[in-house]
């Protein structure tokens, strides 16, 4: 079982920046694809970033350039550094993790971004 725990979430204006963080629990951190979901009320959660064991990324288009997913293996955790933020980025962050397999998937518990003047 792995533990994700989120946190740097908050309110900022547009334009704005924020840099969530994930720490997972374990010793094979470095093995898992990582991944950012958000969901706004009333819409389906969607995947925003990835990034893989060997640290290739993929982004949704919508945050393409101004969003940067990164990991650090050596403190079991992945950021989301989301800059120019526009309220439609509004929604609750997720981090989740996928075993090497793609067997297993766990999520953290989800960290509230809102952007509004």
């Known amino acids: 079982q792995v533990q994700l725990v989120e946190s740097g979430g908050g309110l900022v204006q547009p334009g704005g920046s924020l840099r969530l963080s994930c720490v997972a629990s374990?010793?094979?951190?470095?093995?898992?694809?990582m991944g950012w979901y958000r969901q706004a009320p009333g819409k389906p959660r969607e995947l925003v970033a990835a990034?893989?064991?060997?640290?290739?990324?993929n982004y949704v288009d919508s945050v393409k350039g101004r969003f940067t997913i990164s990991r650090d293996n050596a403190k079991n955790t992945v950021y989301l550094q989301m800059n120019s933020l526009k309220p439609e980025d509004t929604s609750v962050y997720y981090c989740?993790?996928?075993?090497?397999?793609?067997?297993?998937?766990?999520w953290g518990q989800g960290a509230q971004v809102t952007v509004s003047s």
């Open positions: 374990g010793n094979v951190f470095r093995t898992y694809r």
């Open positions: 990034i893989a064991s060997d640290g290739t990324t």
């Open positions: 989740k993790a996928n075993d090497i397999l793609g067997k297993y998937s766990y």
